[in-house]
Each structure stands twice: as structure tokens, then as C-alpha cells.
């Protein structure tokens, strides 16, 4: 049945039972009601793109478990459909979503789509897609969701495409990609995500893409430093074609494709903020005049791989301006192996006493050992002593030996059996 080009605002009325295919594109339609093609349960083709659709009642395909091709693309209008829409269409095999307006996919949208091969959602306003969202689609082999506003593509984002054969995320927004993002897609063919904000990739995140041969990352930022490391390996053991990956920093290797670099030149770390590179192998750090519009993805501030490399005399601070053991400054090492250390080291310090009285941190530590604070007491009590500053000091360095009150001050030093003895001694010359 074609009706294509007509001018109509309303679908047909009373359509016979038997059509199989049914073609209302480039009309006027602005909705598609729930009765519309309640008796055509023959359909295997409707065809509903460049229209002026603006609303899809729920159930307006129910009964269609015959369809095979729907194509609702070229309706900037529509803007959001229900999580229902689709339901029972259990023989559909291509879904055509393009240019629709579509900011969000609800959950559960393709719930039950167990024979979708091909499926289109380029040319939208999609920002984000929830995780698990395709996870019926077990045979869906060509993904188009290019041209969108897509930011990052999580660990769960592609769950359950076990036969996509063709992924096109390209002219987009992606900053992430996370390490799981492609576990599922074992058989994937091609893989395009140029033109996005792309500065690093996990190669683990590539490993799983086992039958690849088509790639693209042209038209990204790439920061060529340690970070790349990872890609470069990856790329090494990589058989199929690729575009070239554009250094845009550091400045000398500006331009410079990242998979023909040589090892030793992503031994080093450049951070985007004040566009400097720090080698890692002789520590120098130097600063480049130009700035490059650089991303860093969110927890790559400090690359995990710069950190690893850190120098260990950094970790050990001495004592800051306070006056404060390592213990207080471990907090700025931002170095979680050296700061569990460090924990470690002063809570032993400040729990475990030595035998002489004093609390040693431990051999090599820079802070050396914390002394008791009785402990500046501990000579007051020998006959060379010099005499102290403190008046209170001098009088209980003095009379030592008949003032009790200067004995229980000075506890640390005194042992028991001193004391005892000194008391034998004292009720020996009362008695007299």
C-alpha cells in the first residue's frame, strides 16, 4: 500500500487486513494513535519516516508480530518515546530511530527485540544511555549511534551485544571509555570513534576486540605521554586497518602518529594544566609555550602511571612548618602505597614504646625517633646535670632526694624499687 507523498495528516482508515507493507513516509502525520493499524496483523513493512510525528501512543504496534522493518527516522519532533512502544514486535529485524529529536532511551525500550539485526539511532540529542539498555539484543549486528552528544561509554553500555558486527560512535562527545566498555563484543568487525574529545584509551579496554579489523580514533586529542603506553602495546599486536592517532601533546611530538612512536618517547608525563612534560627516566620536567585544548578524563588528573614512578625521597616528608611529624604530612604524598606506609610507621611510633622509654619509628625514617614528653626530665636527676632553665626544674634537681613531690613528676625515670628504697631510707633516719 503506498501512500507516500500525499499530504496526509492521519493514517488511512479501515486498511485491508491482508497488506503486507505498508509506505506513509514524506506526509504530515504528527501521531501515531493506538488503533491505527490494529487490523493489519499481515504487516512485515511500514515505513512512517519524514513525517511530522510528534507522539506514538502506547500499544500503537501491538498485534504487529509479523513486522519485520520499522522505520519512524526523520521525525525531529517525536523527541521521546515510551518505554512500551515496541512491545511484542518480536519478529522485528530493523529499527529505524534516526533524526528523531531523542534525548534519553528508556529503560527497557528494546525489551523482547530477541530478532533486531540493524538498528539506528544516529543524528539524535543522546547525552547518555543506561546500562543494560540493549541487553536483549543478542543477534543486533549494526549499531549506528553516531552524530549524538554521548559523553562516555561505560562498562555496561554494550551488555549483551554478543554479535555486533558493525559499532559507529563516532562525531560525539566522548571524553571516557571505560576498561569493560567492549567486553561483550567479541565479533565486533568495525569500530569507528573519530571526531570525539578523546585524550587517553585503555588498552585493556581494546584486548576483548578479538575479530576487529576496521578501526578509526583519527580526529581526537591524544595526549602521547605514559598513558599511551597501554594503546601503543595493544597496537603492536593489532592486524587490521586503523587511521592515524594525532599527538596533540606534548608539543614535541605534536602531530606525530602515536602508533609509530618509538617506546622511550612515552616515557614521560605531561600535565595539561601547566603544559609541562616530566621524563621519567632522568626527572626533568620542562615547559612548553603553547597550550593545546586538552581533556583530561575524571581521576586522570595525576596519571596513575606518573605516580607509579614518583620519586620515593618525595614520600618521606620532613616536618612541615608546625613542627609536626611525617605523620601529619602524609596526607600531601597523594601516593596511596607511601601513605599506608606512612601510617603504618607512626602508629607503630606512636603505640610501641622501647625499652629505654623513648618511641623510634623506625630505621631509615627521615623524622628519626619521637621523644617521650617526660623524657626531658630524664637527666634532671644526675648529679652532673646542668642546671635547668626552669626554676621548678632547679628546685627538683636540688632537694631530689626528700621532696616526693618532684619523684612522682618525674615518673619515667624514677623506678619503683628507687622509690622504694628510698622510702626504706627515709623512715631509717625518722626513726633515729
Not at 487490523?39 to 513493512?45: F, S
Not at 597523594?334 to 601510617?343: A, D, F, G, R, V
Not at 634537681?397 to 622504694?420: A, E, H
Amino acid at each position: 500500500m503506498a501512500c507516500q507523498q500525499r499530504g496526509l495528516s492521519t493514517v488511512p482508515a479501515e486498511i485491508p487486513g491482508h497488506i503486507q507493507r505498508i509506505f506513509l513516509q514524506i506526509n504530515k502525520l504528527t501521531e501515531i494513535r493506538s488503533t491505527a493499524f490494529s487490523l493489519c496483523r499481515n504487516l512485515t513493512v511500514l515505513w512512517l519516516y519524514s513525517n511530522n510525528i510528534r507522539h506514538i501512543e502506547a500499544g500503537a504496534f501491538y498485534g504487529l508480530e509479523r513486522l519485520e522493518e520499522l522505520d519512524i527516522g526523520d521525525n525531529n519532533d517525536l523527541r521521546s518515546i515510551s518505554s512500551t512502544a515496541f512491545s511484542g514486535l518480536s519478529r522485528l529485524q530493523t529499527l529505524h530511530l534516526h533524526r528523531c529529536g531523542l534525548s534519553e532511551l528508556p529503560y527497557g525500550v528494546f525489551m523482547g527485540l530477541s530478532s533486531l539485526q540493524y538498528l539506528y539511532l544516529q543524528d539524535n540529542n543522546l547525552i547518555a544511555i543506561h546500562d543494560n539498555t540493549f541487553l536483549d539484543l543478542a543477534n543486533l549486528a549494526v549499531l549506528h549511534l553516531h552524530n549524538n552528544r554521548i559523553k562516555a561509554v561505560t562498562d555496561h553500555m554494550f551488555r549483551g551485544l554478543l554479535s555486533l558486527d558493525r559499532l559507529l560512535l563516532h562525531q560525539n562527545r566522548v571524553s571516557v571509555v571505560h576498561r569493560r566498555a567492549f567486553h561483550d563484543l567479541r565479533r565486533l568487525n568495525t569500530l569507528f570513534l573519530f571526531h570525539n574529545n578523546l585524550t587517553v584509551l585503555s588498552g585493556e579496554a581494546m584486548e576483548p576486540l578479538v575479530s576487529l579489523r576496521y578501526l578509526r580514533l583519527n580526529g581526537n586529542q591524544w595526549i602521547c605521554d605514559c598513558r599511551a603506553r597501554a594503546l601503543w602495546d595493544w597496537f603492536k599486536t593489532f592486524k587490521g586497518s586503523s587511521s592515524e592517532l594525532e599527538c596533540h601533546a606534548p608539543e614535541h611530538l605534536f602531530t606525530k602518529d602515536l602508533k609509530l612512536l618509538k617506546s622511550s618517547e612515552l616515557e614521560g608525563c605531561y600535565d595539561s594544566r601547566r603544559h609541562t612534560w616530566t621524563s621519567l627516566v632522568n626527572g626533568r620536567s620542562s615547559q612548553y609555550g603553547k597550550g593545546f585544548s586538552t581533556q583530561t578524563p575524571p581521576g586522570a588528573a595525576i596519571p596513575r602511571c606518573c605516580l607509579a614512578n614518583m620519586d620515593k625521597s618525595s614520600i618521606l616528608s620532613d616536618k612541615g612548618p608546625s613542627g609536626h611529624s611525617s605523620y601529619d604530612s602524609q596526607q600531601i604524598t597523594k601516593n596511596p602505597l607511601k601513605e599506608k606506609e606512612n601510617i603504618s610507621r607512626t602508629k607503630g611510633a606512636e603505640l610501641g614504646v622501647s625499652k629505654n622509654g623513648s618511641h623510634t619509628v623506625g630505621p631509615g625514617d627521615s623524622s628519626g625517633t619521637l621523644t617521650h614528653p617526660l623524657d626531658k626530665h630524664r637527666h634532671e636527676f644526675t648529679e652532673d646535670q646542668q642546671s635547668s632553665d626552669n626554676p621548678l626544674q632547679k628546685k627538683c634537681s636540688q632537694n631530689f632526694k626528700s621532696d616526693g613531690r618532684c619523684l612522682i613528676d618525674s615518673g619515667s625515670t624514677v623506678s619503683v624499687i628507687d622509690i622504694m628504697l628510698l622510702l626504706v631510707v627515709w623512715l631509717f633516719w625518722s626513726l633515729r
